[in-house]
């Protein structure tokens, strides 16, 4: 029996709204582990385990910036041994478009632009903290305008380095 094109229409897909996140992180898990797996560049175990362990070191926080009034997810790293009596530089690691998601761990996953800092290996070199934000929607678009959330980063960042 033939389906006229309203019936097909008003069905939702598979990959709308929460199951569409779910698509991406699993497309996101599955790029992860090939490139892992494939990369030719003195990639081991050893390695996969630290960025592993990595992930997992990370803890999730929220903000709210009361100018914009914006509420941000984001990821942070504190120093294992962290000493408030000490200074420690913060890297802040802005993901790409790719990363846009409600998931808050999507920004650590997607690439290793924060997490390698956070790795033992690099933290016994430079010990320092990393912030990552987890944002929802795209916060500067290809013509370099730019949303309230890049202001409410501004201010998580200030919140932060007053924090610690």
Known sequence: MARNNMDIASKKSPASGPNRNRLRLMQSLIKASWIWKNVKYGWSDKNEKEFVQAVK????????DS????????????????????????VLFIPDAAAVSNYPRMTLIQGLGGVIWATPSEQAKHACFVLAPQYSTVIVND???????LDATVALVKALTGQY
């Open 143 to 149: 013509h370099s305008e730019a949303t309230r959330d």
């Open 57 to 64: 070191a990370f803890q999730q926080f929220t903000f709210t």
């Open 67 to 90: 100018n914009t009034g914006k509420t941000l997810k984001y990821n942070l790293y504190i120093p294992k041994d962290y000493d408030g009596n000490k200074s420690y530089p913060l």
